[in-house]
Structure formats: C-alpha cells, structure tokens
C-alpha cells in the first residue's frame, strides 16, 4: 500500500518508519523543512531508542521518504494519516485544533483521487466529522472515508509500542476504511494484537479517556505518598499491595514530583474542556489536574523545607530534566516547573540530561547545563534527581558527595534505598517513605552536621 504521513514528529516518524518496516510505501511530510533535511541526510530529529536503525533500513531498501511537498505524495496514496500536533490553546485548555484542520484543507486540495484519511493526532470528539466536512466541502466530487486511528505508544519505548501494541482501535462504520486499516496493521493482527472496531466519536473518547484514566492513577498514588509521608507508611509498598491486585495492576503507581510530558496534561485539560461543552463536569479529573500542578512547586518546597525554606544562595543540582527516561521531550516536564519554582525562591540551578538539554535550553533561562551528573553536583547545596535515567540509579554517592558543598540527595523518583544513600553520609529525603521522611532541616548547619543526618 502507498502511504502518506503528515507530521513527521515523536508520532508520525515512528508510525511511519514502522509501517515502512510492515512493508508498505511510506512518505512522510513534514511543513518543517530543517526536518526533512535532517532526515535526508540520515540524520533523525528526535531521541527515541531504535528508531534510527529502523528508519536508515526502510530508507535503503527504498519503502521510506521524507519531503515537505504533500500533493505529490498524495497521488497515488491509499491512505493518509494525519499526525501533526494538537497542543493546548493558548488560553482555554481547549485542543489546537488549527493544525489539524490545516492539514485537511491541505489534503483536500492536493487529493487526485479517493483515499482513507486518517486521524492519528488526538482530537476531540466530532473532530473526524469535522474533518471529512471540510474535505467534502472542497472536494464534492472525491470519495473520502475518514477514520479516527488513536495512537498509544509511549515516547522512549514507542519501536515497541507501536509493533506490540495491546489493542489497535479503528473508530469508522465504512467498509472500505475497515479493509485498508486491517491491510495496513495486517501483521500486528497476525501477531495477535486486538484490532478494535469502534464508532468514530468511540475511538476520539477511548484515547481521551485512556490517557485520564493513567494520568488519575498518577495523582491518585502521589496522595497516597503525602499521606504516607504524615502517617509513617512506606508508599513502594502500599503501591506494590495494590498493584498486586489484578483489578487495579501495578502500572502507573510510581509516586513522583507529578506527571508531565507532550500528553497527559494538554490530554487531561481538552477532555475536561469537551465535558464542559457538553454539559458534563468531571470532578474527579478536575481533581486530578489540580493535585498535579500544585504537586510541581510542592516538590520546590520539599527542597526548601531542608533549608528552613530559605534557597537563597543554594545551588541546587538536577539530574533530569526530560519528562521521562528515554526521551528529548522536555514538553510540560515537572522539571520546567521545579527549576522555576526554585529559581524563584532564590536558589542557582545547574543541570544535567543525557539528551534532554538542547530542548530544555530553548525553555529555560539561567540555568548551568553540565557535561555529566559529577560535574553537576559539583559543589552543590542539594542533588534533585528529577528523571529516572538508568545512569542516575547507580551514582559514585562517595564521589558525588565529595564533590558537593553539602551533601543532600531530594530523590523525587525513589532510586535509592534511604539507608544505602545514608550510608554514604548523604541527608536524603524521597517521595512517600516515612523512614526517609524525618524532618531534615540543615538550615545554618554546619557541613559536619550536615553530613552526619
Ligand atoms: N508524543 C507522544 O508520545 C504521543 C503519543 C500518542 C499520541 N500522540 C498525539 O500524536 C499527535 C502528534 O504528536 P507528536 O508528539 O508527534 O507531535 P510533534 O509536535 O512531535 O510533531 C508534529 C509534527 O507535525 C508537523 N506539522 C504540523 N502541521 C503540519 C502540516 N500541515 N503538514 C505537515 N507537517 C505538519 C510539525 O512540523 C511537527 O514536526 C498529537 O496529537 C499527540 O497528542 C502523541
């Protein structure tokens, strides 16, 4: 089959090189043109593990292309996916939905003949409808089913994701789309994966609401973590008793500075928005929108809360600032919060990433980016670590805390073991574990002191 990708983002450059990969002719468009001349020279424009193999294989061998010119590729295409980004509005919290719309207009003027669209950007519900009006409306005489194909994957695992995923939902009544879906996702279905055939609104509402219902999770257990904190319970393990159970399971019910990244926020807050419009309140993800922005500077008081809530003149060490391990995607990262929060109450930040710092210079202002976790704990009041990265969980603690002014781990993502940590004659303080959770407070203590908490 001939296929054309629109949005050669985290989204569409994996779907694209992976449909590739299933044996079909994928070009993907992007209107970004630095883009496309990256990925011509082989070079891939985002961090994400695997996919540089799988994109330099499908280009040789000739399945895959990159243009910025969408009619040429539309021509003989069977299917045109639609992955452009559909970020927050600037305002309301509605969906942007101007991309989306672009691309349609941009399809419906460039289409030679009858084709399957297909949303694979999230859109709210009716946005499909929306979409096919808008085509039909330039185009009366071509024939166009559009289908709404939500897409799962995860940054950092999204090779795998995308060629395991746990279900494949199609959201269309037309028979044709069914054939051409089914055509392309055919060895997904030969290895088992679900396709789900659903209503077109359906599937817009079942992303939606996957992605609350993850994100409800999130902010469910960091309540959890406060309480335990308060009440000396250990939240690893209550997670763990819960998780155990195979009605709740033990995904999402890692306790943390909070969830961020390029979904889960601007998913959470367009959902709410959708209720609103029709009338419905979700309280509990209003609830949970709020647990979550507040938990951010939450977590700048926890650093504070070691210093008597005074930061002026600390510098305080990052390590992380990606949204999650395995990525560039620095996107509504808790880390964007927590750097301002703490700048704001004084403190110098330096900071570390394995690959997340160039996007994170493009957002944040006065912070000293590091060659490696050492050099940015190099005398530093406190060490954050803010992402889970492999090589965070394993740190020289002596070097680190030689290096340090003041030897203070705040470990928001709980790597370590409090006494292993302590050992090392770090004052450690983490998310939701009483034992490690006794009040520190080194304020004006002298580094002898210090050391010894
Ligand atoms: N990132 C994820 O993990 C993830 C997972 C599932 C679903 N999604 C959804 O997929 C969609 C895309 O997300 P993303 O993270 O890949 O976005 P992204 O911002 O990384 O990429 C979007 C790309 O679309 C391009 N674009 C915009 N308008 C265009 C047009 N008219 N023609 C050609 N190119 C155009 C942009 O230049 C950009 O490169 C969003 O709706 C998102 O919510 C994302």
Known sequence: MRIAMIGTGYVGLVSGACIADFGHQVTCVDKDSGKISALNRGEIPIYEPGLEEIVRSNVGQGRLSFTT???????????????????????????????????????????????VVITKSTVPVGTSDEIERIIRELRPGIDVAVVSNPEFLREGAAIHDFKHPDRIVVGTDNQRAKAVLTEIYRPLYLNRAPILFTGRRTAELIKYAANAFLATKISFINEVADLCEKVGADVQEVARGIGLDNRIGPKFLHA??????????????????????????????????????????????????????????????????????????VREAPSLA??????????????????????????????????????????????????????????????????????????????????????????YISVGRFPSQQPVNLAGTPFSIAASV
């Open 256 to 329: 943390g500075p909070g969830f961020g990244g390029s979904c889960f926020p601007k998913d959470l807050r367009a959902l709410i928005k959708t209720a609103q419009d029709y009338d419905v309140q979700m309280r509990i993800l209003e609830a949970v929108e709020t647990v979550n922005d507040t938990r951010k500077r939450a977590m700048a008081k926890k650093v504070s809360s070691i210093f008597g809530g005074v930061l002026r003149g600390k510098t305080i060490a990052m390590l992380g600032l990606t949204f999650k391990p395995n990525t560039d995607d």
């Open 338 to 427: 927590l750097v301002t929060a703490l700048q704001d109450m004084g403190a110098q930040v330096r900071a570390y990433d394995p690959v997340g710092m160039e996007q994170a210079k493009q957002v944040l202002a006065d912070v000293t980016y590091c060659r490696d976790p050492y050099d940015c704990v190099e005398e530093a009041d406190a060490v954050v670590i803010v992402t889970e990265w492999e090589q965070f969980r394993a740190l020289d603690l002596e070097r680190a805390r030689d290096l340090m002014a003041c030897p203070v781990m705040v470990d928001l993502r709980n790597v370590y073991l409090p006494e292993d940590v302590k050992k090392h004659g770090f004052a």
């Open 69 to 115: 010119e969408l009619s040429a590729s539309l021509h003989e295409a069977d299917a045109v996916f639609i992955a452009v980004g559909t970020p927050s509005r600037r305002g309301d919290g509605h969906a942007d939905l101007s991309y989306v719309y672009a691309a349609a207009r941009e399809i419906a003027l460039g289409l030679k003949r009858s084709t």
